[in-house]
């Protein structure tokens, strides 16, 4: 392994990124160190939310608790499932998680289930509840997206951008290097690069500006209806990963056909994020309307 990964139009040379690092002589993956830590401050800023929202935060943790657990066992599986055509002779692998494998989708799927079940259980409000806790989600998102970094992964196709990333083919999966890579290939210093897309820092950036929004409306929105910062999280977040996807060369695709599985997903999540916030919208702006005519009747 070659260590060094390189922004060539930013000028930024890393040498040395490792992927592990040893305590007492075992190693662990930077990959996951990330991953927890983006877990737990995510839970973090939940709470801190919750508190200034006039909520329990220990129900967040409590519910953080659960929805890591959940989250990680369904991001895997959601890996797993549409990557069978290799983890079907390759079992034992399927419960090693040092390489990565975690796909996003799946821990929000299994986030968001659990969330619906502790709130129904604590009986607390759905939408308010979803709506704390996808601030802490998101933040998980952006935090997360690093590990890749560390594991040379989740990178999109040959670009010559001001954002490229160059990285030692050496270092990387060699069914992710697509023709147009190897065709673009560099030689520095003996050692041969492919330049690509960071899909990964797009995603954390997208993520880091979705959270921005879900902030603004959380604390200046006043009017209006628990679940709105939770739809404008999936209107948001599938728009940019359904971008994002398209660039990317390691895609979980459709069995049987060549279309991208995140990419279907975040097209459904987009189109019935936006007719459940106009649908509420248009409720609103009617309940207004209907209020400022009981008025007038009231005056007459």
């Known amino acids: 392994m070659n260590g060094s990964i390189r922004f060539p139009h930013l000028g930024i040379v890393l040498e040395h990124v490792i992927r592990y690092i040893s305590v007492g002589g075992f190693e662990i993956a930077c990959y996951g160190i990330v991953i927890s830590a983006a877990m737990v401050t995510g839970l973090l800023l939940a709470m801190k939310v919750a508190k200034a929202t006039g909520q329990d935060p220990d129900d967040y943790f409590d519910l953080g ?3 890591i657990i959940v ?3 369904c991001a895997r599986a959601y ?7 290799y983890y079907r002779d390759h079992l034992t692998e399927i419960l090693n998680l040092r390489q990565g494998g975690l796909a996003i989708y799946g821990g929000v799927i299994g986030g968001v289930a659990t969330a619906l079940l502790f709130a129904r259980h604590r009986k607390m409000g759905c939408g308010r509840v979803l709506d704390t806790a996808v601030v802490g989600l998101v933040w998980g998102q952006a935090a997360g997206r690093w590990g890749n970094f560390f594991n040379r992964e989740a990178f999109g ?9 160059q ?3 050496s270092d990387v999966r060699a069914h992710e290097i697509t023709g147009t890579m190897r065709a ?8 041969d690069y492919i330049q690509v897309h960071p899909t990964f820092l797009y995603e954390s950036l997208w993520n880091l500006g979705v959270l921005g929004v879900l902030l603004f409306i959380t ?12 739809l404008a999280y999936l209107l948001l977040y599938g728009t940019g990963r359904f971008w994002i996807e398209g660039l ?3 895609q979980l695709l459709w069995p049987g056909t060549h279309l991208a599985v995140s990419q279907i997903l975040s097209g459904i999540i987009v189109i019935v994020s936006v007719v459940l916030l106009a649908a509420e919208t248009k409720n609103k702006k009617g309940t207004e309307e209907h209020g400022t005519e009981r008025t007038a009747e009231k005056k007459d």
């Open 65 to 67: 608790f659960a929805a």
């Open 71 to 73: 989250s990680v066992v």
């Open 79 to 85: 890996y797993v499932i549409f990557s069978w055509d």
């Open 157 to 165: 196709g040959y670009t010559d951008g001001l954002l490229a990333m």
């Open 167 to 169: 990285l030692p083919v």
């Open 184 to 191: 673009h290939i560099q030689t520095i210093g003996g050692t």
């Open 219 to 230: 604390f200046r929105v006043r009017r209006r209806k628990d679940g709105t910062v939770f």
């Open 248 to 250: 990317r060369t390691d």
